[in-house]
Nanobody
């Protein structure tokens, strides 16, 4: 059974940092490319960062240079380090496979950036 548990969100001022974690069940992280997605109120969910099983990364233009995705296969965990946060980064953040997410989504973690 797929389980994805996101954590690490919170309220932060613009310019601040947060580190998100996603703990997955089984070997999901080890064998799949993984991504961090976000959904802001009234907007569609979007992919912001992804990492392949080999460690290659790619980022949405809006977060490039500010966010860093990483993975720990031994811990079945994916991380998202977010620096220089902006109010427009406010959203619920989720992790899932990339490019084809599972139908199952975790509860996500709320990130709120105040100006």
């Amino acid at each position: 059974q797929v389980q994805l548990v996101e954590s690490g969100g919170g309220l932060v001022q613009a310019g601040g940092s947060l580190r998100l974690s996603c703990a997955a069940s089984g070997s999901i992280v080890k064998i799949n490319a993984m991504g961090w997605y976000r959904q802001a109120p009234g907007k569609q969910r979007e992919l912001v960062a992804a990492i392949t099983s080999g460690g290659s990364t790619h980022y949405a233009d809006s977060v490039k240079g500010r966010f860093t995705i990483s993975r720990d296969n031994a811990k079945n965990t994916v991380y998202l380090q977010m620096n220089s946060l902006k109010p427009e980064d406010t959203a619920v953040y989720y992790c899932n496979k990339d490019p084809t997410p599972y139908d199952y989504w975790g509860q996500g973690t709320q990130v709120t950036v105040s100006s």
